[in-house]
């Protein structure tokens, strides 16, 4: 059974940065997508980033294009979210999410059924 553990989350100003990770276990690391989501209260989750170990692409959402960055490092089995210029609105709790096996970004469309595990979420809370 695979399981991810995110970790990385807590209190930052405005402007400041962060990076969240992702563990992965349970299921060979490739051919795999891995997403990051987030959900602030009150609010549907949405898909903020994806990237597919197949091609290396990435897909980013318009709302953190050119602050949020995601990477993969294989031989840990972890993905990060490097997070900055971080705004206010950028409050919620973060999921990160894998699609496995033949993992897809699905051209940027977060279709959160289509992801097998997920990760319990770590808070991110950007004051002003």
């Known amino acids: 059974e695979g399981q991810l553990q995110a970790s990385g989350g807590g209190l930052v100003q405005a402007g400041g940065s962060l990076r969240l990770s992702c563990a992965a276990s349970g299921f060979p690391f490739d051919d795999y997508a891995m997403a990051w989501f987030r959900q602030a209260p009150g609010k549907e989750r949405e898909g903020v980033l994806c990237?597919?170990?197949?091609?290396?692409?990435?897909y980013y959402a318009d709302s953190v294009k050119g602050r949020f960055t995601i990477s993969s490092d294989n031989a840990k089995n972890t993905v990060y979210l490097q997070m900055n210029s971080l705004k206010p609105e950028d409050t919620a709790v973060y999921y990160c999410?894998?699609?496995?096996?033949?993992?897809?970004?699905?051209?940027?469309?977060?279709?959160?059924?289509?992801?097998?595990?997920w990760g319990q979420g770590t808070l991110v809370t950007v004051s002003s």
């Open positions: 990237i597919s170990s197949s091609d290396g692409r990435i």
């Open positions: 999410a894998a699609d496995w096996p033949r993992g897809s970004c699905y051209s940027g469309s977060y279709y959160l059924w289509k992801y097998d595990y």
